[in-house]
C-alpha cells in the first residue's frame, strides 16, 4: 500500500528516528474547540509541557492539501487565526488533500495520521462519542471505530457529559477497545472527575501504562488504548452545575436543528458563554494535564523499548 506523504517537522524526524517520546496533538482544538486567542495560547503551552515533561510534541493538520506532522510557531498562529479551515475525521482526510485544502483535525483523523507517523500516543482534551438520543439519530462519533481499528494509546479526560456515557463505554468494549483510568476507578467526564460509571481498569503510574502499551501491541491486537485521565480536583467544575449548563446548551442545539459535525464546536462555545467562561478554563487546565500524562508515558515507553 502507498503511504502519503507526510510532513515531518525537524525535531520530531530526529526524535523518530533515536526511537525517542513524542507525543501527537490534534488541531481541532486549535480551529473549533477555542476562540482566538485562547487557542493559540493553549497550543503552546500544550506544546510546551509536553518538552517540560522530555518528550517532542507533534501537533498534526493539514495545511493546503499536505499533512503535517509538527508544526513551527508561525503554522500553529497561522492555524490559530485561519477562518476558512475544515473540521476532518479520518474519513475526510482524502478529499481535503485532492482538492489542497486546510483542516483542524479530530480524534480519528490524528490517530490514524500518527499512526502512519509511527507515534505512539496521542493527548487530546476528550473523544468522541454515542449522542444523546443515537436510537434515533444514529449519532457516533468516528473516534470510537478509529480507537478499535487504529493502534494508538489516546490520552484524555473521557468523554463530555453531553454524550451518552453508558452506551459510548459499550460500544468501545464491542471494540475491543481497553478503557484504562489514570490513579482512579471511575471513568471521568471531561468537566468533573467522576462520570458515575467504572472503567474497567485501574493503572497508577506512567511506566504501567507503557508497559501495558507494549503488552497490548505484542498481542496483535490491533485497536488502541484509551487512557481516561481524570481533570485536576481544583480544577474540575460541580457536576450539578455543568449538567445543568450542558443540558442548557444541548436543547438550544436541539431547538436549532444544528446537526452533526457542527453540534460539538456548537456545544462548547454555549457551554462557554453559559458558564461565564468556567467551562473553558477547565478545559484547558484537563488539555495541559492529558499532555504531561501522554509525554511522561511516552518517554516511559520510549525507555522500555530500546531496554529490550
Known sequence: MTKPDLKLADEVAVALAAGDAVVALESTIITHGMPYPANLETARAVEQVVRDNGATPATITVIDGVIHVGLTDAQLEALARAKDVVKASGRDLAAVMV??????????????????????????????????????????SADLTELGATGTTVVCAGVKSILDIPKTLEFLETQRVPIIAYGSDDFPAFFTRRSGEKADHRLDTPEEIAAAMIAHEALGSGTGILIANPIPEADALSPDFIDGTIADAVAEAERLGIQRK??????????????????????????????ALAAKTAVAHARLKKSV
Open 262 to 291: 457542527a453540534v460539538t464546536p456548537f456545544l462548547l462555545a454555549r457551554i462557554n458563554e453559559l458558564s461565564g467562561g468556567r467551562s473553558l478554563t477547565a478545559n484547558i487546565a484537563l488539555v495541559k494535564n492529558n499532555a
Open 99 to 140: 482538492r489542497k485544502g486546510s483542516a483542524g483535525t479530530t480524534v480519528s483523523a490524528t490517530m490514524r495520521i500518527a499512526e502512519l507517523a509511527g507515534i505512539k500516543i496521542f493527548a487530546t482534551g476528550g473523544v468522541g462519542g454515542v449522542h444523546r438520543g443515537a436510537e434515533q439519530s444514529f449519532d457516533i
